[in-house]
T-cell receptor, first 116, second 111 residues
Framework: GAVVSQHPSRVICKSGTSVKIECRSL??????MFWYRQFPKQSLMLMAT?????????EQGVEKDKFLINHASLTLSTLTVTSAHPEDSSFYIC????????????FGQGTRLTVV | RKEVEQDPGPFNVPEGATVAFNCTYS??????FFWYRQDCRKEPKLLMS???SGNEDGRFTAQLNRASQYISLLIRDSKLSDSATYLC????????????FGTGTRLLVSP
């Protein structure tokens, strides 16, 4: 099946710093990528939807200036958590699909972010 | 009210048992339905799609009742490896078809 690679799998950073998470589709063109966040014992919550070459669409309550999303190519989307705070510590997961081919959504392995 | 609701469990069952999970969704415009499996600290993986006529994949059977906005998953002959969290997921066939996840039901299968 299709593969989505997410990097890094785990990161620890200091409060106030920024962290970039990459999500790559390895064998298909991801016209649409979704970024989710999952807190312990909670469900995946969609943060934003990004389409190649256009601005991301953020879900209600998600600060677009804090969670910067770039989807510059059909195989790469990045999420940058700016000025990270301990409450941003979470499991971040990307998902990608080829909208034009109506494929299912494939998930990256996730990034566990810890802000200290 | 949450868009997708599930009993969080955990469901503790012995090997070989049959276990059923239920899920309700609030948005009648939901068009596509899925069960995902998520292991601890891992990404979710698609277990099966759910069709109106009901569908079966080996030991797993999924049912959809659109009138009641209710989805179910039945696991027969439980294996130790079935221990995981099962996520009920709905999608709308509009826009970019984002997936809406339930909180998940945790299953623990013991020897």
């Amino acid at each position: 099946g299709a593969v989505v690679s997410q990097h890094p799998s785990r990161v620890i950073c200091k409060s106030g710093t920024s962290v970039k998470i990459e999500c790559r589709s390895l064998d298909f063109q991801a016209t649409t990528m979704f970024w989710y966040r999952q807190f312990p014992k909670q469900s995946l919550m969609l943060m934003a939807t990004s389409n190649e070459g256009s601005k991301a669409t953020y879900e209600q309550g998600v600060e677009k200036d804090k969670f910067l999303i770039n989807h510059a190519s059909l195989t790469l989307s990045t999420l940058t958590v700016t000025s990270a705070h301990p409450e941003d510590s979470s499991f971040y997961i990307c998902s990608a699909r080829d909208y034009s081919l109506n494929t299912e959504a494939f998930f990256g392995q996730g990034t566990r972010l810890t802000v200290v | 009210r949450k868009e997708v609701e599930q009993d969080p469990g955990p469901f503790n069952v012995p090997e070989g048992a049959t276990v059923a999970f239920n899920c309700t969704y609030s948005n009648s415009a939901s068009q596509s339905f899925f069960w995902y499996r998520q292991d601890c600290r891992k990404e979710p993986k698609l277990l099966m799609s759910v069709y109106s006529s009901g569908n079966e994949d080996g030991r797993f059977t999924a049912q959809l009742n659109r009138a009641s906005q209710y989805i179910s998953l039945l696991i027969r002959d439980s294996k130790l490896s079935d221990s995981a969290t099962y996520l009920c997921v709905v999608s709308f066939n509009t826009g970019f078809q984002k997936l809406v996840f339930g909180t998940g039901t945790r299953l623990l299968v013991s020897p």
